[in-house]
């Protein structure tokens, strides 16, 4: 029998991971040894995190990242046509999802591997929740072009298109650009647009606020280097 890929969400930043996830995450993690990561020195550190006890000398690790060779990807799954498990894990949040984790997910299928997804956060289904917005439909649209002539038809774009289909639209930046991009969607969208910021979602820190542009004017805050959804919604 072939064994199977566990898809293990991670925390969103430093966060108690039992706090966060379920104890089936735990006990996924105990029983593997061999993992898909982006980075070893911090897929180690979670681990240990979740299970102190857990000998680190026997684990096995395949890098998934922007260096990696994609004719490698198939060979990180030999251990399930084994028979064994084998865990992927994202660098924060859900593997697969906004994740270089999807690439292993549809080998994995192509092979008739099983693929078992946990329980655990992601910051884009979170910031929909607290977002107010509509639930029913929403997309996920990643990162805004850099060029500031490019990010602005991007952004009236996507508003037109919250508007055009009632869809929420949620994006991301570099944290370090958080501020700017913040800027740039004040300057660009109309008045009463909503948008939507969720971040530091699941710390200590966590600030989830809806406001129409007119009233996010009146505001300040910084977003520097905190992690952040932005989520905008240009209402019927």
């Known amino acids: 029998m072939k064994g199977k890929l566990y898809l293990i969400p991670t925390t969103l930043g430093e966060t108690a991971p039992l706090e966060v996830l379920p104890i089936s995450a735990k006990k996924v993690l105990e029983m593997t040894n061999e993992f898909i990561v982006e980075n070893e020195?911090?897929?180690?550190?979670?681990?240990k995190s979740v299970?102190?006890?857990k000998s680190q000398p026997d684990l096995v690790f395949h890098l998934l990242n922007k260096f990696t060779d994609p004719s490698e990807f198939p060979s990180f799954l030999n251990s399930c046509l084994e028979g064994k498990v084998v865990g992927l894990l994202s660098e924060a949040g859900c593997p697969a999802i906004a994740d270089p984790g999807a690439d292993i997910v549809h080998i994995a299928h192509e092979k008739g591997i099983q693929v078992r997804p946990l329980v655990g956060p992601s910051s884009i289904l979170l910031a929909m929740m607290g977002s107010g917005f509509n639930g029913q439909s929403f997309a996920f649209n990643g990162y805004l072009p850099i060029d500031k002539t490019e990010r602005k038809k991007a952004i009236k774009r996507l508003e037109k298109l919250s508007f055009d289909h009632n869809q929420s639209q949620l994006f991301i930046e570099t944290p370090?650009?958080?501020n700017k991009l913040f800027d740039d969607l004040?300057?660009?969208l109309g008045a009463n647009t909503e948008v939507c910021i969720a971040c530091d979602l699941t710390l200590e820190s966590e600030y989830i606020v809806s406001k129409t542009v007119q009233e996010w004017k009146k505001e300040t805050i910084d977003l520097h280097k905190r992690p952040t959804i932005f989520v905008l919604h240009k209402h019927y």
């Open 186 to 188: 004040k300057a660009t």
């Open 51 to 53: 299970s102190p006890g």
């Open 176 to 178: 370090y650009r958080n």
């Open 41 to 47: 020195k911090s897929a180690r550190r979670f681990i």
